[in-house]
């Protein structure tokens, strides 16, 4: 078992910067592959980053490329997504995602076995 719980979400003006954290606790986080989708109201929940148990970041989707950065602290059983330049339409409810084993290179949220509650960001426009 896998137990993740968000934090750093809130209210941000358009271009501005928010840093979601997300602490693991539980089984094997550091040989893990992790990730972070969003939701918004009314749309499914979308793959926003993830990254390999040794800190390679895979593809970003063409929404936050160049924008949006996900990283972890192995040590410290964290895993954050550094966000920039915020739009409005990146408002949404940040979700973090631990997989049973190895994801593909554009996964979705199938291949994730354990979730967060969540943490809203909205961004003003």
């Known amino acids: 078992q896998v137990q993740l719980v968000e934090s750093g979400g809130g209210l941000v003006q358009a271009g501005g910067s928010l840093r979601l954290s997300c602490a693991a606790s539980g089984r094997a986080f550091s040989s893990r592959f992790m990730g972070w989708f969003r939701q918004a109201p009314g749309k499914e929940r979308e793959f926003v980053a993830a990254?390999?148990?040794?800190?390679?970041?895979?593809n970003y989707p063409d929404s936050v490329k160049g924008r949006f950065t996900i990283s972890r602290d192995n040590a410290k059983n964290m895993v954050y997504l550094n966000m920039t330049s915020l739009k409005f339409e990146d408002t949404a409810v940040y979700y973090c995602?631990?997989?049973?084993?190895?994801?593909?290179?554009?996964?979705?949220?199938?291949?994730?076995?354990?979730w967060g509650q969540g943490t809203q960001v909205t961004v003003s426009s």
């Open positions: 995602a631990a997989a049973g084993g190895r994801i593909p290179l554009v996964p979705t949220a199938y291949d994730f076995n354990y």
């Open positions: 990254i390999s148990w040794s800190g390679a970041p895979g």
